[in-house]
């Protein structure tokens, strides 16, 4: 069930990707498994899937062990300072960075760990809709600040447009993103390498990709 709507997203990235002029091997897609129970996940990651996102420290431990080790886990909820040490411990990329006191704590709990923790920066492109993320007019000196955390590595930028049922009023939004994102890229340098746009989900994974992603967070269009 889960792989026939797999099939059916990959080819709507494949779509999407020719009407962008784009490859789809460009575009990394997360299944997003909050909620979803560990025999489906790995009835993904059995079908060629590789990267699983999670929204809550608490469930992806609790969900850990029953996952096939092929899994990289990306955190794309919020995370708060105080499990700043598990999230460290779990995932591979943490998506979801939005404060520098959360940046402290992850550089913090890897150094401990003698890991460099990949991270992307979480920037608020949809106004008050939503509560985390940096500010778009702040994301250029929060990158810049990045330089003082020797543990950590930002691999580029997550954000979300506010929830509609209409794909197309996302555009806009992730077309803002798309431009933070590029006039950011000429700032690699040492922790920072600008590789991933992670924008879109299973309501506007399309029009994401036509505006610039090379990361998409798909659950529900998956584990309907
Ligand atoms: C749940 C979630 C997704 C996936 O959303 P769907 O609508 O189920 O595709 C993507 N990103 C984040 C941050 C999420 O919390």
Same mark, same amino acid.
């Given at each position: 069930?889960s792989i026939a709507n797999?099939?059916?997203?990959?080819?709507?990235?494949?779509?999407?990707?020719?009407?962008?002029?784009?490859?789809?091997?460009?575009?990394?897609?997360?299944?997003?498994?909050?909620?979803?129970?560990?025999?489906?996940?790995?009835?993904?990651?059995? @079908?060629?899937?590789?990267?699983?996102?999670?929204?809550?420290?608490?469930?992806?431990?609790?969900?850990?062990?029953?996952?096939?080790?092929?899994?990289?886990?990306?955190?794309?909820?919020?995370?708060?300072?105080?499990?700043?040490?598990? @999230?460290?411990?779990?995932?591979?990329?943490?998506?979801?960075?939005?404060?520098?006191?959360?940046?402290?704590?992850?550089?913090?709990?890897?150094?401990?760990?003698?890991?460099?923790?990949?991270?992307?920066?979480?920037?608020?492109?949809?106004?008050?809709?939503?509560?985390?993320?940096?500010?778009?007019?702040?994301?250029?000196?929060?990158?810049?600040?990045?330089?003082?955390?020797?543990?950590?590595?930002?691999?580029?930028?997550?954000?979300?447009?506010?929830?509609?049922?209409?794909?197309?009023?996302?555009?806009?939004?992730?077309?803002?993103?798309?431009?933070?994102? @590029?006039?950011?890229?000429?700032?690699?340098?040492?922790?920072?390498?600008m590789r991933f746009l992670?924008?879109?989900?299973?309501?506007?994974?399309?029009?994401?990709?036509?505006?610039?992603?090379?990361?998409?967070?798909?659950?529900?269009?998956?584990?309907?």
């Amino acid at each position: 069930m889960s792989i026939a709507n797999l099939e059916v997203v990959k080819s709507r990235i494949t779509k999407a990707c020719k009407r962008a002029c784009r490859s789809p091997e460009e575009i990394v897609l997360v299944c997003v498994t909050k909620g979803v129970e560990p025999s489906r996940i790995n009835e993904v990651l059995g @079908a060629g899937i590789v990267h699983i996102g999670e929204n809550r420290v608490q469930e992806s431990l609790s969900k850990y062990n029953s996952i096939a080790d092929t899994a990289i886990w990306h955190l794309v909820g919020h995370l708060q300072t105080n499990k700043a040490k598990k @999230a460290v411990e779990t995932f591979s990329v943490i998506q979801s960075v939005d404060s520098l006191h959360l940046v402290a704590a992850i550089d913090r709990e890897s150094g401990k760990l003698s890991k460099v923790q990949d991270i992307l920066v979480q920037v608020k492109i949809s106004g008050e809709a939503q509560k985390f993320g940096v500010s778009p007019d702040d994301a250029d000196s929060f990158i810049g600040e990045m330089l003082k955390y020797p543990n950590i590595r930002v691999l580029g930028l997550m954000g979300m447009a506010p929830f509609s049922e209409d794909p197309e009023s996302s555009r806009p939004h992730f077309r803002r993103l798309r431009e933070i994102f @590029a006039s950011l890229k000429g700032r690699t340098l040492n922790n920072i390498e600008m590789r991933f746009l992670s924008m879109g989900m299973s309501q506007d994974f399309e029009v994401a990709i036509e505006e610039g992603a090379n990361m998409v967070r798909i659950g529900s269009a998956i584990f309907k």
